[in-house]
Structure formats: C-alpha cells, structure tokens
C-alpha cells in the first residue's frame, strides 16, 4: 500500500502522471485483504482491543461463564458477515458489479476476501470457544 501511494505521489508531482486507480486499489482491495484477512490471525494472537476496566473486578467463574457467552455472540456477528459477504460475491459475480473508477475494477474478488477473512475469524472463534487456552489473552 506505502509503495503504490508512494508511487502515485511521486508520479502526479513530479511527472505529472498519477497512477490511474491507485486509491481504489489500495482501497477496495489492498486495504480490504489486510484488514480482513489478519483478523484471524490477531484474535488468535489476543491482539483485538478489549475493554478490560470492570473484569478485574469479577470472579474467575463468572468470567469462565461469561468468556464463551461473548465468543459466541463475536461468533454470531461475523457468520452474520460471512454471509451475507458471501451473498454479496456471488451478486457481483452474477451481474459483473465493477468499482466506480475510471478502470471498473471487478468487485467480487474485494467481497471474496472481506467475506474469506470473516469466515476465518469464525474459524478461530470456534477454535477459542473448544480451547479457551490457545488465545494469548493480555491478562491484567
């Protein structure tokens, strides 16, 4: 992404050519494959932001209640995503969706890896929800 927007910078500048495309690229692809394919990778990791100020406070067997309930619910959410992202694929294959720029980029690959990285993720939650030890958890 650095080097595509470095790239395009340099072009407009200094040779009055900008890269046609590049912000969607880095967009509606690069921007999608990173964020959405590392999901999986950082909850396993225990790299997602938690809000952890009133669970010191609590007793361990709540929180061994109350931990597989919320991985549950993250479970249902990205499904949800899942989906409804694979839904929104097959329509952009089916009616050849393409990005609004200038190149018409096809959209379905960008809706493949957003909907890929969800199922991902859901993936590692069910591995977190049978192994609750796998997760490397910040514990404070």
């Not at 080097?3 to 999608?32: C, H």
């Not at 590392?38 to 669970?55: E, K, P």
Request: glycine share 6%; proline share 5%; net charge positive.
């Amino acid at each position: 992404m650095m080097l595509l927007v470095t790239a395009d910078v340099t072009g407009r500048k200094f040779f009055g050519q900008p890269i046609p495309g590049s912000v969607e690229i880095n967009e509606e692809y690069l921007m999608v494959t990173m964020v959405y394919l590392a999901m999986s990778y950082v909850y396993i990791q225990g790299g997602h932001v938690r809000v952890t100020l009133i669970r010191r406070f609590l007793p361990q067997v709540f929180l061994k209640v109350i931990d597989p309930c919320l991985n549950a619910l993250g479970l249902a959410f990205f499904s949800l995503i899942t989906y409804f992202g694979w839904q929104k694929t097959a329509t952009a294959l089916k009616f050849k969706e393409t990005s609004s720029c200038i190149l018409a980029f096809p959209m379905a690959p960008a809706y493949f890896l957003l909907t890929l990285g969800a199922a991902l993720l859901c993936v590692r939650i069910i591995e977190s929800i049978v192994q609750p030890a796998k997760i490397k958890w910040e514990e404070n």
